[in-house]
């Protein structure tokens, strides 16, 4: 089913200006190393976007090139321009960003522990002035995607599981009422289960709010079953992209990335074997 709703989003999918428009970007940390070099995406609205590929290919750095928090980290883009809704966002502050929009799930979930669930929800509101029924209806609306929420809401987050903390994150994000979310790395730490649950959410949010959503994902398989669009970064550069099905079906993106070739299952005792044939190296 999620495959097929996916598959109707593709061809749903608006063919004009993106929402989030990042174009020809490069990364420096530390006016030293350079980790993007020349990314180039576009996110629409409406849609699920997929950054895909290994730990270190430069995902994260990506989406917070996007949300601006790579000064935090000592990081700038020194190249390129990055775009909402066909503006130049570059120069906004990330709370600036938040308050038109643009909320980002960092990785690890990042909840604040000695507070409780629903507390951590309302953090997510900050930047709101539309009153305490609205804060408080939007509050409901969370708990409607989250049910377990509600049940543990005034339980201390620290002492939730890893998933109800995913939802907690994505919760917090959705208070700020935004028009795309930044989710990074959803299904790390997460039981399979758990992450599928996550991901039919994701779905659910986007179908039925409307949210837009520009994902890092490792985890390949899922993240082409429910996006719309992916594109595939190694090594800082983007090496292939296109429709999500498109991905699917792709030989090397089969073998590369979820492991299965033309011939079936492969070994990682073949890993050397998969350098030589990737045609983008």
């Not at 997929?50 to 790579?70: D, E, P, Q």
């Not at 990081?75 to 502050?93: F, P, R």
């Not at 190694?234 to 429709?243: D, T, Y």
């Amino acid at each position: 089913m999620a495959a097929t709703s996916a598959a109707t989003r593709e061809q749903a999918a608006p063919a004009g200006a993106p929402l989030i428009s990042v174009d020809n970007i490069e990364v420096v940390y530390d006016h030293v190393v350079l980790v993007l070099k020349g990314v180039s995406l576009a996110a629409h609205q409406g849609a699920i976007t997929a950054l895909l590929g290994g730990n270190g290919a430069g995902k994260t750095t990506t989406l917070k090139a996007v949300s601006n928090l790579l000064t935090a980290e000592r990081g700038e883009v020194t190249k390129g321009s990055i775009k909402l809704a066909g503006e130049d966002v570059s120069h906004l502050s990330p709370n600036e960003l938040v308050r038109r929009g643009v909320v980002q799930v960092m990785e690890g979930r990042r909840c604040f522990e000695h507070l409780t669930v629903e507390e951590n929800l309302l953090t997510g509101a900050y930047t709101r002035t539309d009153g305490a029924a609205a804060l408080r209806r939007d509050l409901e609306m969370v708990y409607g995607y989250f049910p377990r929420l509600k049940e543990r809401n005034r339980a201390q987050a620290g002492y939730t599981s890893g998933g109800e903390q995913q939802m907690c994150a994505i919760g917090r994000a959705l208070m700020a009422k935004p028009s795309v979310i930044l989710l990074d790395e959803p299904s790390m730490g997460l039981a399979p289960q758990l992450v599928e649950e996550i991901f039919e959410i994701v779905a659910q949010l986007n179908r039925e709010a409307g949210v837009t959503f520009l994902l890092a994902e490792q985890n390949t398989n899922i993240a082409l079953r429910y996006a719309d669009h992916g594109y595939i970064l190694e090594n800082g550069r983007i090496v292939m992209e296109g429709p999500a099905q498109t991905l699917r079906d792709n030989e090397d993106v089969k073998e590369f990335y979820l492991g299965v070739g033309s011939t079936g299952r492969r070994s990682f005792r073949d890993i050397k074997s998969y350098k030589r044939r990737k045609r983008w190296l």
